[in-house]
């Protein structure tokens, strides 16, 4: 079908928004029509944020109405109604009805799906994760989230809350983590932990070290980042194989600036995860191909 | 549609059939119209323990050619073409085209599954599982294995190898595992390790100690016992509440003979679960209704 399709993005403080040709989709190197992206303001709100991206669209469709509108939201949406559960980032999204908003403002259909999922859909429908019936993919970054493709079709739980690779125990003596347990694998392998542990052990104000400092001292062979660092993708690691042991996919995509680390981290993880999976489950760890856009190529997925 | 349905069960050196009327499968108090459980002799083979299960299956439909015919396997099963991949309990059965052997035999419909993938399929259709949509039946016994139903239907993995629960790793400082790897489930919460763990502790012969006198004289206050019972129930929770945070399944179903250890074992399971799991992840631990027969439930539901 011929037509438009819009693609938004509540990123936190970032609004992303593209549009795309429906026609293209299945032609290889389909690319956006129009793209945009705005910082939302200090003092931002819900209300705000959804105003601008209204705009954002509107901009993008220069007076055609789309086919249908996808939006990945950086953080919990009940799916099925198209509404925020809450926002960690900025204030007024509890119950905001986004799927409702944008469909009476544009005429369209709509859907909203929290922006892990949605990741892990536009890697398995137009990036690394093409081709295979089941996929984990896992954002390593500030947190760690994972989403998940079963059966060729986004697995999303029960209550919606599928994917919460980041707070699984790898290691129960391990160091305690904000959630209250110990050893998550967010604990162990996310940036700024793993960026607070190198800052606590060399005696450095916290603000002074981040994830991407750590991964580079750990490239110059820096005793205390290398640690941190192989610590955190082991424990990563070992999550993935728990994960893969519990639900053979045959691929797991990692995205997220931790995994910039280098390719001592990725054979950490790799290494780990196969270790920690039995002999008879095997996969594939590769890594994310849309990145920062990954979110809109999955929204674009979640509207077909 | 009226018919007789024809289920079996290859248990390791238990065989078991049963056969149903199609058409009371949705009445309340549903029941086998008749049912047979055989031991396989000593030096049984897949040879000799097929053409017993297919006598056994002759003699309850007396003549009448089956609707169809469900099989649970105690081992690995290629579930597409119903080929049973291997048995640690009976030789000859490597590449056994069980699907194909039994639709010639009686002329009808089959279809082959694994052990832990059947009984999770008959918890969910006519047992404890009822009314989810999405379930974790694990069965703590001899071995920790356990099977899905994700979106209303049997999950089975890109290579059917999902619900490895028992050897996702809980405590990478744990004991050693057969497997090799340490603080797995199963070699923390089997009923053989924890009379492994108990014998040694106390200085008795391996063999004069079972899984079930562990709870036994865990009841009774033992000390040893009561940790090594208390360590296996807590190793399960955290598995459980690791693949709560990772599936966000509605419900967990325990079977096997562990699960009768008492209702301490129960409230450390589900204490340990729920904490592992973040607030979000709500899910209820329940036993299994139909215990011994759950593969035969499971293998008619399998027809369906």
């Given at each position: 079908m011929a037509g438009l399709i819009l693609a938004c993005d509540f990123g936190g403080t970032k609004l992303s928004a593209a549009v795309i040709e429906a026609s293209e989709l299945d032609q290889?190197?389909?690319?956006?029509?129009?793209h945009l992206r705005r910082f939302s303001p200090a003092g931002a709100t819900a209300q705000t944020d959804i105003a601008m991206m209204m705009e954002m669209g509107r901009e993008?469709?220069?007076?055609?109405?789309?086919?249908?509108?996808?939006?990945?939201?950086?953080?919990?949406?009940?799916?099925?109604?198209?509404?925020?559960?809450?926002?960690?980032?900025?204030?007024?999204?509890?119950?905001?009805?986004?799927?409702?908003?944008?469909?009476q403002a544009f005429q369209a259909p709509v859907?909203?799906?929290?922006?892990?999922?949605?990741?892990?859909?536009?890697e398995w429908r137009f990036g690394a994760g093409r081709g295979v019936a089941?996929?984990?993919?896992?954002?390593?970054?500030?947190?760690?989230?994972?989403?998940?493709?079963?059966?060729?079709?986004?697995?999303?739980?029960?209550?919606?809350?599928?994917?919460?690779?980041?707070?699984?125990?790898?290691?129960p003596n391990g160091p305690v983590c904000l959630c209250g347990k110990r050893g998550c694998v967010e604990r162990l392998?996310?940036?700024?932990?793993?960026?607070?542990?190198?800052?606590?052990?060399?005696?450095?104000?916290?603000?002074?070290?981040?994830?991407?400092?750590?991964?580079?001292?750990?490239?110059?062979?820096?005793?205390?980042?290398?640690?941190?660092?192989?610590?955190?993708?082991?424990?990563?690691?070992?999550?993935?194989?728990?994960?893969?042991?519990l639900l053979n996919p045959a691929r797991i995509v990692l995205g997220g600036g931790v995994?910039?680390?280098?390719?001592?981290?990725?054979k950490w993880v790799r290494q780990t995860a196969q270790a920690t999976a039995l002999p008879e489950v095997t996969f594939d760890i590769v890594p994310a191909q849309l990145e920062d856009d990954a979110p809109l190529w999955g929204a674009v997925a979640l509207t077909e």
């Open positions: 290889p190197g389909v690319a956006w029509r129009g993008l469709l220069a007076g055609e109405r789309p086919l249908a509108i996808g939006i990945s939201f950086g953080g919990p949406v009940d799916y099925q109604s198209g509404t925020v559960r809450l926002s960690h980032h900025v204030p007024g999204w509890e119950g905001v009805p986004l799927q409702q908003l944008f469909a859907r909203v799906d929290n922006d892990a999922n949605v990741a892990a859909l536009g089941d996929l984990l993919y896992v954002t390593v970054s500030t947190g760690v989230g994972g989403g998940w493709i079963l059966d060729g079709r986004p697995y999303r739980g029960s209550f919606g809350m599928a994917g919460e690779i980041g707070h699984t125990v790898v290691d392998a996310s940036g700024p932990y793993m960026a607070q542990d190198v800052a606590l052990a060399r005696g450095l104000p916290a603000n002074e070290v981040t994830g991407k400092l750590v991964a580079e001292w750990a490239k110059l062979g820096e005793e205390t980042a290398v640690a941190i660092l192989e610590r955190g993708a082991r424990g990563l690691g070992l999550g993935l194989g728990n994960a893969a042991n995994t910039k680390s280098g390719e001592r981290w990725w």
